[in-house]
């Protein structure tokens, strides 16, 4: 039996690849979650937009305690 050093076996390149595969997914995953939050995010705005009453006077009162 002998034993070399440095020898590039299907073992490794399996366990390599695996791990590529099992990462690409992961990004995947967290993309497509970060996705619909965007869209549960932008859905969210455009209800409570349109909700609000819209008033001349909005934002021009500003309360400062000192």
Sequence with gaps: MSITIASSSNTNTNIDTGHALLT???VQD??????QLAMK???GAN???ASLPTTASSGHHINVKV
Excluded: P
Excluded at 30 to 35: A, I, S, T, V, Y
């Design 24 to 26: 690409a997914k992961k």
């Design 41 to 43: 995010l932008i859905e």
């Design 30 to 35: 967290q993309q497509e979650l970060e996705g």
């Design 47 to 49: 209800v409570e937009a």
